[in-house]
């Protein structure tokens, strides 16, 4: 049986930085208040005339460097992103382009913060199924060009980034397991209210901006990636203790915290970038995994958990071994 595993992973962050000091003399809110509810310090911030694609570009070259691989190797391209460069075409051909990888299939898709375990489950499954030998996986976003910088509920949680991930076959199991789900009943707690066919003219201007209800949306996050984690567990026969790292969207140090405890995991086993990167929505996840790789806590042959929950809702999970 073919297997997939990731072979590379790599990350670009925006050079500006926007502290929570920062925050203080735009916003109403203290440093204080932002750490103890968010666990977020400081987050990058996308220039505005900087595009996703281009943060992805420096993620994949990274990543590909990362891996051994070159252009000309790649023969699949799936990025996850709420915040495209323009409606088409879409980003992954415009970052197939520019990196010179030969025509090949190449898509995105939209799954909120999940967008990187749904495009990372997509190319499990195309490898699995031999119609891709080596796959450039990405979660990217320029989210801060959907908020609102005078609502202090959502200023303070959001950064931009990309994070690139380089899966290959494998004889042995890399991917174990993944579970995806979505339950669009939620909608109305976090989304952003416009769109090509509905409310265009809105788009990108002061009256449209992401909308969230966070208590909510906490309760509805913990139940819910609790029980997706314990759905890829289930389906691999992997008990919690057998974990060595759980790699979470970054969305919230409290969300994280209750993961961990569900989980029995002490926070010494979390690969934590919230702090350092807000929640990147998308990138969150692939950031967070390539922070562990080159820090030298997660190594090669360890059991990782990456779970993701986003807007919609969306959520999921892959477990696999490095």
């Given at each position: 049986?073919?297997?997939?595993?990731?072979?590379?992973?790599?990350?670009?962050?925006?050079?500006?930085?926007?502290?929570?000091?920062?925050?203080?003399?735009?916003?109403?809110?203290?440093?204080?208040?932002?750490?103890?509810?968010?666990?977020?310090?400081?987050?990058?911030?996308?220039?505005?005339?900087?595009?996703?694609?281009?943060?992805?570009?420096?993620?994949?070259?990274?990543?590909?460097?990362?891996?051994?691989?070159?252009?000309?190797?790649?023969?699949?391209?799936?990025?996850?992103?709420?915040?495209?460069?323009?409606?088409?075409?879409?980003v992954s051909t415009i970052i197939q382009h520019r990196l010179g990888i030969p025509a090949c299939t190449a898509f995105s898709l939209e799954?909120?913060?999940?967008?990187?375990?749904?495009?990372?489950?997509?190319?499990?499954?195309?490898?699995?199924?031999?119609?891709?030998?080596?796959?450039?996986?990405?979660?990217?976003?320029?989210?801060?060009?959907?908020?609102?910088?005078?609502?202090?509920?959502?200023?303070?949680?959001?950064?931009?980034?990309?994070?690139?991930?380089?899966?290959?076959?494998?004889?042995?199991?890399?991917?174990?397991?993944?579970?995806?789900?979505?339950?669009?009943?939620?909608?109305?707690?976090?989304?952003?209210?416009?769109?090509?066919?509905?409310?265009?003219?809105?788009?990108?201007?002061?009256?449209?901006?992401?909308?969230?209800?966070?208590?909510?949306?906490?309760?509805?996050?913990?139940?819910?990636?609790?029980?997706?984690?314990?759905?890829?567990?289930?389906?691999?026969?992997?008990?919690?203790?057998?974990?060595?790292?759980?790699?979470?969207?970054?969305?919230?140090?409290?969300?994280?915290?209750?993961?961990?405890?569900?989980?029995?995991?002490?926070?010494?086993?979390?690969?934590?970038?919230?702090?350092?990167?807000?929640?990147?929505?998308?990138?969150?996840?692939?950031?967070?995994?390539?922070?562990?790789?080159?820090?030298?806590?997660?190594?090669?042959g360890q059991l990782i958990l990456m779970e993701a929950f986003g807007g919609g809702f969306t959520w999921g999970s892959v477990l696999m071994?490095?």
């Amino acid at each position: 049986m073919t297997y997939s595993r990731i072979v590379g992973t790599g990350r670009y962050l925006p050079e500006k930085v926007l502290t929570n000091f920062d925050l203080e003399k735009m916003v109403d809110t203290t440093d204080e208040w932002i750490r103890t509810r968010t666990g977020v310090e400081r987050r990058h911030v996308v220039s505005p005339e900087q595009t996703t694609s281009d943060m992805c570009c420096e993620a994949a070259k990274i990543a590909m460097d990362d891996a051994g691989v070159k252009p000309e190797d790649i023969d699949l391209v799936i990025t996850g992103t709420t915040s495209p460069d323009v409606v088409f075409p879409n980003v992954s051909t415009i970052i197939q382009h520019r990196l010179g990888i030969p025509a090949c299939t190449a898509f995105s898709l939209e799954a909120a913060c999940t967008g990187f375990i749904y495009a990372l489950t997509t190319a499990d499954k195309f490898i699995k199924a031999g119609e891709a030998e080596c796959a450039l996986v990405m979660g990217a976003e320029c989210i801060t060009k959907l908020i609102d910088w005078d609502d202090r509920n959502t200023c303070v949680l959001f950064g931009d980034g990309a994070g690139a991930a380089i899966v290959k076959p494998s004889d042995e199991p890399g991917i174990i397991s993944c579970a995806l789900g979505a339950d669009g009943q939620h909608r109305e707690l976090l989304h952003y209210p416009a769109g090509v066919s509905k409310n265009l003219a809105a788009a990108g201007t002061e009256d449209a901006n992401i909308i969230m209800k966070g208590n909510e949306v906490f309760k509805v996050a913990v139940k819910t990636l609790g029980a997706i984690a314990e759905e890829a567990l289930d389906k691999a026969g992997v008990s919690k203790e057998e974990l060595d790292w759980l790699v979470p969207h970054q969305a919230n140090i409290r969300i994280i915290q209750a993961m961990a405890k569900r989980l029995n995991m002490p926070m010494e086993k979390v690969i934590l970038t919230v702090q350092d990167h807000g929640n990147t929505s998308a990138a969150s996840v692939p950031m967070a995994l390539d922070v562990g790789r080159r820090d030298g806590r997660v190594k090669e042959g360890q059991l990782i958990l990456m779970e993701a929950f986003g807007g919609g809702f969306t959520w999921g999970s892959v477990l696999m071994r490095m």
